[in-house]
């Protein structure tokens, strides 16, 4: 059971969880998901860590198959610039090991941009804490939970 997980549970959301074996050798997380869980990878989304131009930290969630457009990140943030963030300090700060980071119940609540086309689903996936398990829940209740802002942020 991860803190995502208990979260979910805790407020009642309606959610599947879906658990795969994780081949350690897999070179793209969410991909891999996609592909053991015969989902269309456009479905399932990566939550990655950026620092923002004042050193904070927000979280973009975007689908597997596409790359995090800084700029656009950027924008949709306010700032000047982003950069993907320290590893050590996302472990750190989200309380997640990279390739299974939530966009869920991190340590500390970090601002999230959800891409645009998280909308496009009735359900969608995202990591629930640990690589080889996935949450499967509405993208309502993931912007509503994680307080998002949606915009398009990916190139």
Same mark, same amino acid.
């Given at each position: 059971?991860?803190?995502?997980?208990?979260?979910?549970?805790?407020?009642?959301?309606?959610?599947?969880?879906?658990?795969?074996?994780?081949?350690? +050798?897999?070179?793209?997380?969410?991909?891999?998901?996609?592909?053991?869980? #015969? /989902?269309?990878? $456009?479905?399932?989304? %990566?939550? *990655?860590?950026?620092?923002?131009?004042?050193?904070?930290?927000?979280?973009?969630?975007?689908?597997?198959?596409?790359?995090?457009?800084?700029?656009?990140?950027?924008?949709?943030?306010?700032?000047?610039?982003?950069?993907?963030?320290? +590893?050590?300090?996302?472990?750190?700060?989200?309380?997640?090991?990279?390739? #299974? /980071?939530?966009? $869920?119940?991190?340590? %500390?609540? *970090?601002?999230?941009?959800?891409?645009?086309?998280?909308?496009?689903?009735?359900?969608?996936?995202?990591?629930?804490?640990?690589?080889?398990?996935?949450?499967?829940?509405?993208?309502?209740?993931?912007?509503?939970?994680?307080?998002?802002?949606?915009?398009?942020?990916?190139?």
């Amino acid at each position: 059971m991860t803190p995502a997980i208990i979260f979910l549970k805790k407020h009642k959301i309606t959610h599947v969880i879906h658990e795969y074996e994780h081949d350690s +050798k897999s070179e793209s997380y969410g991909l891999e998901a996609a592909e053991k869980l #015969g /989902v269309d990878e $456009l479905r399932v989304f %990566k939550t *990655l860590v950026v620092a923002v131009d004042n050193n904070e930290l927000a979280v973009g969630v975007v689908p597997v198959s596409s790359m995090l457009n800084m700029k656009l990140m950027a924008k949709a943030l306010g700032a000047k610039k982003v950069a993907m963030a320290d +590893k050590v300090l996302v472990a750190r700060t989200t309380g997640y090991v990279l390739g #299974g /980071v939530s966009p $869920l119940a991190q340590k %500390k609540r *970090l601002k999230t941009v959800a891409d645009s086309s998280v909308k496009n689903y009735e359900t969608v996936f995202i990591s629930a804490g640990r690589r080889g398990l996935e949450i499967e829940l509405s993208p309502s209740d993931l912007i509503k939970l994680t307080n998002a802002i949606t915009a398009d942020i990916t190139q």
